[in-house]
């Protein structure tokens, strides 16, 4: 059965420093989605591409998060500089299409990012 | 604003005991219900879904929900609970036609107690 992968699964990074996540999703699904789960609290929408295209990046906080999907298919999101409260779980999620219908979303097994 | 609300950030029950977790949601529009289940450092699994037609949904597990419009709930529920089943459980909204994110609740963590 097909799945996303992310990598790394868990990493820990001093504050100030840069550190970069990468998801492949499941082939064939145009959109991918990555949302960040604070300890305690439901994951929260970052950014969503529609093939290599942001269609919703409004909670993302772009003085210090970047995301891209240059060939529409994997993506990678970096913080510079992480911050102590950017420790959380960045999950990425992937679906045949976002905008019309209803298409299921697979969620990878996230990244756990720790700050110190 | 939309918003999902989960009711008790904890339950505990005896093995064997129903389960029975709340959800209710704020939408103006028809929306798409789920839930998902989480266990430790691992990402989101789909339990179930509504998004029309019967509003009694069967999901994995032996878990199943109902939508109801008039009470804007969508509870959990699984008739005896499995030592398993001890997990994270969200419910998430999504609004139909506003694009695909997912609104998730703040989750309830579940116990079962032998």
């Known amino acids: 059965e097909a799945e996303v992968a992310q990598s790394p699964r868990y990493k820990i990074t001093e504050k100030s420093q840069a550190v970069a996540f990468w998801c492949d999703p499941i082939?064939?699904?145009?959109?991918l989605y990555w949302y960040r789960q604070i300890l305690g609290q439901g994951p929260e929408l970052l950014v969503q591409f529609q093939d290599e295209s942001v269609v919703d990046d409004s909670q993302l906080p772009k003085d210090r998060f970047s995301a891209e999907r240059l060939k529409g298919v994997d993506s990678t999101l970096k913080i510079q500089p992480a911050e102590l409260g950017d420790s959380a779980m960045y999950l990425c999620?992937?679906?045949?299409?976002?905008?019309?219908?209803?298409?299921?979303?697979?969620f990878g097994p996230g990244t756990r990012l720790t700050v110190t | 604003a939309q918003s999902v609300t989960q009711l008790g950030s904890h339950v505990s029950v005896s093995e064997g005991a129903l389960v029975l977790l709340r959800c209710n949601y704020s939408s103006s529009v028809p929306p798409y219900l789920f839930w998902y289940v989480q266990y430790p450092n691992q990402g989101l699994q789909l339990l179930l879904k509504?998004?029309?037609?019967?509003?009694l949904v069967k999901g994995i597990n032996g878990f199943e929900a109902e939508f109801k419009k008039s009470e804007t709930s969508f509870h959990l529920t699984k008739p005896s609970a499995h030592m398993s089943d001890a997990a994270e459980y969200f419910c998430a909204f999504r609004a139909y036609n506003q694009g695909g994110k997912l609104i998730f609740g703040q989750g309830t963590e579940l116990s079962v107690k032998p």
């Open positions: 509504y998004t029309t037609g019967a509003t």
């Open positions: 082939s064939g699904h145009a959109t």
């Open positions: 999620a992937s679906s045949r299409a976002g905008q019309g219908g209803y298409y299921e979303q697979y």
